[in-house]
């Protein structure tokens, strides 16, 4: 199969339209803008709608009505412009809709930079929305996984009727490799009986919303969903693990961040020191049970991320007491730099001892 050379914001929209996406509803932001500009371009060509709104709250309830109507539809931004949507997000949730959200991070907080950054973790995995609510959020550390993940996200959003959030930094949007754009697994998907298409004079109408005045009817769809997201976590939980069998020191990282801590451990082990990886493909559902699998020899985990340390909670409970948790994280824009995590790895097991 033919590999092309592509931008990461322009691979996400061509996997997208493979994908099955029909609409997009957006507003610009950088690092993100060329997810816009490459649909306005090419998804009018395969019959698709492109459509730039006024604002990104605009953008959002956008895509919950083309969502509630049956359609395929995505919208994207960056940090300041996820947040604006939050609101939306819940809605869709609520309502049971799918949908497939992009959000390739900058700095923050506030408006921050234009740099790469991880620091949405919270957002995006605790709900940056009001309820309890989830949604699948994925973690691609390169354009190729992030082009696979794009083609099959909205076949995961139908099968469970619920928002899919891919989650990158600006630096996967930004820049450029290799990519074949691969045969999607195949899932069987439910018919779409709920959609608002009109009811052709053959059954009552359907009704879609967030809104449950009744207590007892909103506790009802709270359990549904619960028992919805026991689901997603039983099925759709992905992660690498690398070089963890021996290890004892293992790094757990994702997105880019992932592909440094990666070359660190190699450095380590160079040099004697036996290190590992788990890299997390979903932040939610976020893979505890890897940890499960780790062996004796290991006497520390360390978080690396774009962050002042958000996914090292998750970590933490992962541990759960059974080693200890370290964290090198750089912020407002900054990269970890491989040689600073090798560092920080051996003065962490130093003062583990």
Known sequence: MEKVLMKGNEAIGAAAIRGGCAYFFGYPITPQNEIPEYMSRELPKVGGVFLQAESEVAAINMVYGAAGAGARVMTSSSSPGISLKQEGISYIAGAELPCVIVNMMRGGPGLGGIQPGQADYFQATRGGGNGDYRHIVYAPA????????????????????????????????????????????????????????GTGGSRSPNIISSLRLDPVQLEELNKRLHAKYAEIEKNETRWESYKTED?????????????????????????????????????????????????????????????????????????????PVGLHGRTGGMVPVQHDVVEAARTFLREVK
């Open 142 to 197: 390169s354009i190729q996984e992030t082009v696979d993940i794009m083609m099959e996200a909205f076949d995961t959003a139908d099968l469970y009727r619920v928002p899919v959030l891919v989650l990158g930094d600006g630096m996967i949007g930004q820049m450029m490799e290799p990519v074949e754009f691969r045969e999607p697994r195949k899932r069987s998907l439910p018919s779409k009986e709920w959609t608002t298409t």
């Open 247 to 323: 290890a004892e020191i293992v790094f757990v990282s994702y997105g880019t961040s992932s592909r440094i801590a990666r070359n660190a451990l190699e450095i380590l082990r160079a040099d004697g020191v036996k290190a590992g990886l788990i890299r997390p493909v979903t932040l939610w559902p976020f893979p505890f049970v890897a940890f499960d699998e780790l062996g004796t020899s290991v006497r520390a985990l360390m978080s690396v991320e774009m962050s002042m340390g958000q996914m090292v909670d998750d970590v933490r409970i992962a541990s759960n007491g059974r080693w």
